[in-house]
């Protein structure tokens, strides 16, 4: 019996971590924060500072550190040499001023506290870097990783990743240098040459041997293989690295890194992603534990003024160095939010100088928890802007003028993504246009294109009239905020009679509320995209050109007519007035060419009767 406990005391622990995440984790997404936060927040709970269920953070550290050395794998994944070189001026020259200005500005007043030169580097260094998970998380809420502020934003982060090897190298150097200086020369420079020769074993054998190596295995179709070899080449790097004195971390980066512009690289993503989610959790959940709350408590006036003046500290360099380089007040001070966490590899690198010497356990255990507390501060800091502060700036303007305006035959509102191909097809035909938007950086886009641009808010009564509303023949309303698009028509049928109302619809609902506000035409903008990629498909199973055209424009008839029931009747009437299609099983591609061929005609036969397209209330546009 005692052998059979023995087996199984493992789960106890493990039961453990995956109920802290399961509870923590969704709390804290509830409350629109990082998981990271999630995993902290649950190994303090379970750690030995509070409940104590695990008594021993440092014998599982190992352990979880492997989701470190996967987390590094996949960054070096991402840095693809041509993705690097249009990212150049960006990651070398914004990334690198905030990482030498925060790590020295924090590092000299680490060194005026006390710690000594080399433990302020380990500390400036680790402070500086940003936390990678939780302002990609923000940003992607936001929907702003195409935005400007949003691409800058991820080039510093892209340089602090491509910082951390170095850094991970530094530590045992400098800790080599902080020796007796009657230590012995000999066996350092021993040490530092086979570094040296690892590091140009791992080059070599992923130039030259990884892409053959994944060949042959893809060629024997077993895909479990392939997860076994990336698993191999990933750590079989770390454990090299850590033989030679450096870290596990900077081997998988370099093993990433060699493989990044493999056939491979995508497949080797999938399969180390689950692995690397998991144990990264673990290893979040391990500085939790680690986290010392009767420390805290006793420092509690030091971390509760460090922490905010951090926070503030590393948005003020931010900020500056993005409003240098020719980025708004505003994009700057949310970027500068955004990097203001410190970074998940400030658990590393702070432990790490601990292990070498470069910082005591005080010390080490003081700049872990104020790496934590920024981790909870810097989102928090971020909405607070975000919410107050930014809200109240007025976003960039231009003056307006309309000089020359008022004789076009055409008005269009919104140059979009939409209001520009509708614009093109006028050029095209030399009619006279004038077009009005509000973004001043798209207007300063379309005139290096030699687009002239009106800047105004199409919303505006005086706007519309000084744009020469009253002559246009036809007003495209282009905008992609429908409540907008409802505000300029409404004006422009009062104000502008004579001119046809053509309206971009975001989707049915939006279509029938302009149908009712009488426009002379409407269209919602995924509508004939996508029937003419149905079209493509119908042909590609085997239909012509022209039974594939009968189809479509069977359902475009079809929808025209529920518009019509759903306009007068609502938008739930025809639910019992149209048919649906009901799918048929799948067969084989001629012979679903002739099921298909049979259907157009039957049709041609009925006069169309039985084709529709199912669901009449969908918000799909």
Not at 251 to 263: E, I
Not at 374 to 398: C, H, N, W, Y
């Amino acid at each position: 019996m005692a052998d059979a406990a023995s087996h199984v005391s493992y789960l106890p622990p493990i039961l453990t971590f995956c109920a802290g995440a399961v509870i923590a984790v969704p709390v804290f997404r509830k409350l629109r924060q990082s998981a990271v936060l999630g995993y902290l927040a649950a190994g303090v709970v379970i750690g030995p500072s509070l409940l104590g269920v695990i008594k021993d953070p440092e014998a599982i550290r190992s352990t979880a550190e492997i989701g470190v050395v996967l987390l590094l794998f996949l960054v070096g994944l991402e840095l693809q040499p041509s993705r690097l070189y249009s990212m150049r001026k960006d990651i070398l020259g914004s990334g690198l001023a905030q990482m030498a200005l925060s790590a020295a500005g924090i590092g000299l007043v680490g060194w005026w506290l006390g710690l000594s030169g080399a433990g302020a580097v380990v500390a400036g260094t680790a402070l500086a870097l940003s936390a990678t998970s939780i302002a990609l998380q923000v940003l992607d809420e936001r929907g702003d990783v195409g935005e400007v502020y949003g691409r800058r934003t991820f080039s510093i982060l892209l340089f602090q990743d491509m910082a951390i090897a170095p850094a991970l190298a530094l530590l045992p150097l400098l800790a080599t240098t902080g020796r007796a200086a009657d230590a012995p020369m000999l066996p350092a420079l021993a040490s530092f040459g086979i570094a040296l020769l690892a590091l140009a074993a791992i080059v070599l054998a992923g130039r030259y041997l990884l892409n053959p190596f994944f060949r042959v295995l893809a060629n024997t179709g077993a895909k479990d293989v392939m997860t076994a070899a990336a698993l191999l080449i990933v750590l079989g790097a770390a454990l090299l690295m850590e033989h030679v004195g450096l870290s596990m971390a900077m081997g998988a980066f370099l093993a990433g890194v060699m493989l990044a512009d493999s056939n491979f690289r995508h497949e080797l993503e999938a399969d180390i992603e689950p692995f690397r989610g998991v144990l990264l959790g673990l290893f979040f959940m391990t500085v939790g534990m680690s986290i010392d709350l009767k420390l805290i408590a006793e420092n509690a006036l030091l971390l509760a003024l460090a922490a905010p003046l951090l926070v503030l500290f590393k948005i003020t360099v931010v900020a500056s160095i993005m409003r240098l380089s020719c980025s708004s007040w505003i994009e700057a001070v949310r970027a500068g939010a955004l990097l203001s966490p410190a970074g998940e590899f400030a658990f590393v690198l702070v432990p790490l100088g601990f292990a070498n010497g470069l910082l005591d356990g005080r010390q080490a255990a003081l700049a872990t928890a104020l790496a934590a507390l920024s981790m909870l501060l810097g989102p928090i800091v971020a909405k607070l802007l975000d919410s107050f502060m930014l809200a109240r700036i007025k976003p960039e303007t231009m003056e307006e003028d309309f000089e020359g305006a008022d004789g076009s035959q055409v008005m269009v509102i919104g140059f979009g993504r939409f209001g520009q191909i509708v614009t093109q097809a006028l050029l095209l035909q030399h009619i006279d246009v004038t077009v009005i938007d509000s973004d001043v950086e798209r207007i300063r886009s379309a005139a290096r294109f030699g687009f002239k641009i009106y800047y105004g808010d199409g919303t505006r009564l005086d706007v519309l009239r000084a744009a020469g509303g009253g002559r246009a023949k036809v007003i495209c309303v282009c905008v992609d905020d429908r409540q907008a698009a409802l505000r300029i028509v409404e004006m422009a049928k009062a104000e502008f009679p004579n001119a046809r109302l053509h309206v971009r619809a975001y989707d049915r609902i939006h279509a029938i509320e302009l149908m009712k506000a009488d426009v002379d035409y409407q269209q919602r903008e995924t509508f004939e995209s996508a029937l003419g990629f149905g079209r493509v498909t119908l042909e590609a199973v085997g239909l012509s050109r022209d039974e594939a055209e009968l189809i479509i424009d069977h359902v475009r008839d079809r929808d025209a007519q529920r518009m019509e029931i759903q306009f007068h009747e609502g938008l739930a009437a025809a639910l019992d007035r149209v048919p649906r299609v009901s799918p048929e099983p799948l067969v084989a591609p001629k012979a679903k060419s002739r099921a298909l061929t049979a259907e157009t005609q039957q049709v041609i036969e009925d006069g169309g009767a039985e084709i529709a397209v199912g669901g009449v209330g969908e918000p799909e546009r």
